[in-house]
């Protein structure tokens, strides 16, 4: 949090992967201020909250290796996200063998 600081340039990789949920909201607070500082921020990231950055634009790399700038509710990992969250049973059936107790 206190390795930044206003007017910089900073690219992230993936910072949400040591990071709780509580740990993505404050690294998005720290970083909507930082950007109101006149940071730039490149991040690749595949979380929803991190996406949710106002002012965010958003870019997708396909497997093809195509570039295509999407809004929020377009990103692969919020659709993956909302999608789990309102039918789990639907993931887990594919993912775990029926046969088997979790």
Not at 35 to 45: E, K, N, R
Request: hydrophobic letters at 45%; aromatic letters at 4%.
């Amino acid at each position: 949090m206190h390795r930044f600081g206003p007017g910089g340039l900073y690219m992230l990789d993936e910072p949400e992967a040591a990071l709780s949920v509580r740990g993505c909201l404050a690294l998005l607070a720290r970083m909507a201020e930082l950007a109101g500082q006149g940071s730039q921020l490149i991040v690749a990231t595949h979380s929803p909250i991190l996406l949710a950055l106002p002012g965010a634009r958003i870019v997708e790399i396909d497997e093809d290796g195509i570039v295509e700038q999407v809004d929020y509710d377009a990103a692969l990992p919020v659709r993956l996200t909302r999608d789990f969250l309102s039918a789990p049973e639907k993931f887990l059936r594919h993912l775990l063998d029926e046969d088997d107790p979790p």
